[in-house]
């Protein structure tokens, strides 16, 4: 009878019960769930050599287990696996293809039929600022933040993200450097504006087969040029307009405030408006009108006014103006001439799916939580990030995470699911362990150090 192959743990030294570290979570450095997951976006293994493969694997595990994961946490948490330094190696070797890596994981995705974009779908484009305390880290300067009202230092991340209905994910990213941080680093031949970087990201995303049809972003990105691009790739869009844009109605130019201004009282109607993902409603007055902007063409555009700030908003991020008598007003427009008033701003109540879409990475997936000084680094992990987030809408699609929480809606219940899963599968591990060696000291020691009541589970 042949002797069973015994699985010896990565620990070197046995740490005190005073040193281990509270409230961590020990884990395996590969699940079947997450391997299938890669498995499936790199069927054709061009994509990733065995090595890369086994490093994301390890990395997306380790994401979303720990609390504020680092490379240097995962590695403490993984209970076996390569060394630190062969482990850290990987990391840095996987850096500067993570970016290239992402693009071919995101045309793999439209090969699931759970997850591929549908037409019928929407795609966001928006600013985020990834906050950071220092501006010794390359790409970091100090950019305009519609949440903070203010400055604020970090790195301008633009990001495209599809939402489908049961199903949303990012799909594209890039940051954006201002000249004087790229001349620090002597690198001032990469500069591009924002809105050119937006056009680039979003002809990537519309090569992709079944691209969304209508595009949502706020008025920074409503730019004459933009509109004219999507109009030549026969997209359609909802957005806020510039505030200094002119319009001809009924043959007379104006801008948009003196068009609010000479609308009828009796001309506002109660419109319902239903945000599709969150199913809240909310009742506006609002006004309509199709209008001509230059360069543009015909567009529609409604005005609603101001709600009762005790109100809920679902539109609370959106600028407001003023007109000359102190009337607050949002408008929005779009060149999709077949929406009414409410379906516009149902539509565009989806914008927001981007804005949460970072809060929940940054709540749960360590989003703002990257210290690599070089923009290699950066550009992994918000890889990396993306790609846990579309790992566990997969693996809720797939139903693989239902045992664990019947109720998977949110990001943070689609990721306690999964922890618990791990806690399933290193409790496993363990017990073939003692299995092995029955009185095996490092055995006893995991057992007494994880599974207390003080300790992790």
């Known amino acids: ?48 050599t065995d090595r ?23 590695h403490d948490e993984v209970v076996k696996g390569a060394s630190k330094r062969t482990f850290y190696r990987n990391i840095h070797r996987l850096a500067s293809q993570m970016p290239t890596m992402y693009s071919k994981f995101i045309s793999s995705v439209q090969e699931n039929t ?12 928006d600013e985020h600022i990834v906050p950071h305390s220092s501006q010794k880290m390359e790409g970091v300067d100090y950019f305009y933040s519609t949440t903070a009202n203010g400055q604020k230092l970090g790195h301008s991340l633009i990001t495209t993200h599809y939402f489908g209905g049961s199903v949303e994910y990012p799909v594209r990213f ?20 924002k809105n050119a970087i937006a056009r680039e990201q979003l002809g990537k995303v519309f090569a992709l087969p079944r691209s969304p049809k209508t595009i949502l972003m706020d008025s920074f990105f409503m730019t004459k040029d933009n509109c004219k691009f999507l109009q030549k790739h026969d997209k359609s869009y ?33 419109t319902t408006v239903k945000n599709p993902k969150t199913k809240k409603t909310k009742q506006y007055l609002t006004a309509t009108r199709n209008v001509f902007f230059s360069k543009i063409g015909t567009h529609r555009v409604v005005f609603v006014k101001d709600p009762n700030p005790k109100e809920k908003d679902l539109f609370q991020n959106a600028e407001k103006s003023k007109s000359s008598k102190g009337v607050k007003f949002r408008v929005f427009v779009t ?31 360590g989003l703002h939580g990257c210290k690599w000084r070089e923009l290699s680094g950066q550009y992994c992990f918000i890889g990396l990030t993306f790609l846990c987030y579309i790992f566990l809408v997969w693996a809720r699609q797939a139903s693989l995470l239902n045992r664990y929480n019947s109720s998977l809606k949110t990001l943070g219940e689609m990721r306690t699911a999964f922890r618990h899963y791990c806690q399933e599968e290193f409790s ?30």
Request: proline content about 4%; glycine content about 4%.
């Open 238 to 270: 909802i957005s806020r307009p510039r505030r200094n844009w002119k319009c001809t109605y009924q043959h007379k130019k104006q801008s948009l405030t003196d068009l609010f201004e000479n609308i009828p009282e009796d001309e506002f109607t109660l």
């Open 335 to 365: 060149n999709d001439m077949s929406l009414s008033a409410g379906e516009i701003l149902s539509i565009y109540s989806l914008r927001w799916t981007i804005e949460t879409g970072y809060r929940d990475m940054s709540q749960n997936l």
């Open 52 to 74: 890369e493969f086994k490093t994301i694997e390890t990395l997306i595990n380790g994401i979303i287990t720990q609390e504020n994961p680092s490379p240097n946490k995962i």
């Open 174 to 193: 890039q940051f954006y450097r201002r000249k004087q941080e790229l001349e620090r680093w002597d690198k001032l031949d990469l500069y591009n504006k």
């Open 1 to 48: 009878m042949e002797k069973p192959t015994k699985i010896i743990p990565r620990f070197v030294t046995l740490k005190s019960k005073d040193s281990f570290p509270r409230n961590k979570m020990k884990i395996l450095d590969s699940h079947s769930i997450c391997r299938d997951f890669l498995k499936e976006l790199t069927r054709d293994r061009s994509i990733v």
């Open 114 to 125: 759970e997850l591929k974009m549908q037409k019928s779908g929407y795609l966001s484009i």
């Open 428 to 457: 496993i591990w363990l017990s073939h362990i003692r299995k092995q060696c029955g009185t095996c000291p490092m055995a006893n020691w995991i057992h007494k150090h994880v599974f207390t009541e003080k300790g992790s589970y």
